[in-house]
């Protein structure tokens, strides 16, 4: 039973900080917009001459659509994967559902990081 309640903590913790890691990067970084383009401080969009309120709404649409095109599957399986994880390795500590937590919202940034530089990667889309 406790592998269940590490495992959904992870996979819960992993795919909603991916929208708070998205809107961080979009801030600081850049991330793609669908059918728009980047998003960032020194993108085509910047978000400062945008807004707030319209910078997040971009990114929750983003993160809605990449999410439903597989983002979705690899930011659970790396939540659960790390929940099990660190739920086995901290299973005595009392700080373990802290842990599973903060590695959970560690792990859902790696999929936006590659998502913000995939045009390097393999081209210009």
Known sequence: MNQLKN??????????????VAIVFAFL?????????????VTELSPYS???LKTIEAVVIAWWFY???????????GGITTGLYLGHKYADATNKNNMVVIWSTVI?????FVLSILDF?????
């Open 29 to 41: 970084f850049r991330l793609p917009i669908p059918f728009v383009g980047y998003i960032g401080p």
């Open 50 to 52: 945008l807004g707030v």
């Open 108 to 112: 859902s940034a790696i999929p936006v």
């Open 67 to 77: 999410g439903i095109l597989g983002g979705y599957i690899i930011l659970g399986f």
């Open 121 to 125: 990667l393999v081209g210009p889309w």
């Open 7 to 20: 495992a959904l903590i992870g996979f819960t913790t992993a795919v909603l900080a991916s929208l708070l």
